[in-house]
């Protein structure tokens, strides 16, 4: 017997892989080759590709499509009906199956409601995707982006809130809410003491 949960309108393709823990709920659609980890939520009306790599405690918001050559590391967030792509110029009169472009999703990353993903990028650990932003190139590590096309607003903590440093320079913060040091040099953002995040 399966240790995952399946609402009963979702389908489950044979072959996917589904760890300890997950929730897969209404109208979502798995695919064979999917292979996703422990404690997992699929909200209403998302889709799993089958070339598709998802770690543990991802939660994947309603109307989500994860599409194939989609890597979803650890503890990554996506907010409701955001988009992923994996072709950067489709028409539909022109076969590009073999054209797909990766997306690297790393430990952490929030992408916000609305937010579009164009293929062929990797968000960086924690990064922090705006709302509505189209992100169409590498994220740096705790990077928050924003706009149309997303532009680097400022930096954002492993918590969930704004790092009061510039986007350019240098300077060390401390977050009062799990002891985390963080520096910023050379236009890196860097942890260079970890607390604990509230679920260890």
């Not at 997950?22 to 699929?42: D, K, M, P």
């Not at 990766?102 to 990797?122: D, E, L, S």
């Amino acid at each position: 017997m399966a240790d995952y949960k399946v609402h009963e309108t979702a389908i489950v393709d044979e072959g996917a892989t589904i760890g300890a823990d997950s929730r897969v709920w209404h109208w979502v659609h798995v695919c064979g080759g999917a292979r996703i980890g422990e404690n997992c939520s699929f909200g209403q009306n998302c889709f799993v590709g089958n070339r598709v790599v998802i770690g543990n405690n991802v939660k994947v918001q309603n109307n989500v499509s994860v599409y194939d050559d989609v890597i979803l590391e650890d503890d990554v967030f996506c907010g409701p009906s955001m988009v992923f792509t994996n072709v950067y110029n489709p028409r539909a009169a022109v076969p590009r199956k073999d054209e797909y472009r990766p997306t690297h999703v790393k430990w952490g990353v929030t992408i916000g409601a609305n937010a579009t993903i164009v293929c062929g990028i990797t968000l960086h650990e924690h990064a922090f995707i705006a709302a509505g932003a189209v992100v169409t190139k590498d994220v740096p590590d705790f990077a928050l982006m924003g706009g149309v096309p997303a532009k680097q607003l400022g930096w954002m903590s492993r918590y969930g809130e704004r790092i009061p440093l510039p986007v350019e320079g240098e300077g060390e913060y401390r977050c009062p809410h799990l002891n985390d040091l963080y520096r910023l040099e050379g236009g890196q953002m860097k942890l260079v003491e970890a607390g604990c995040l509230p679920s260890q």
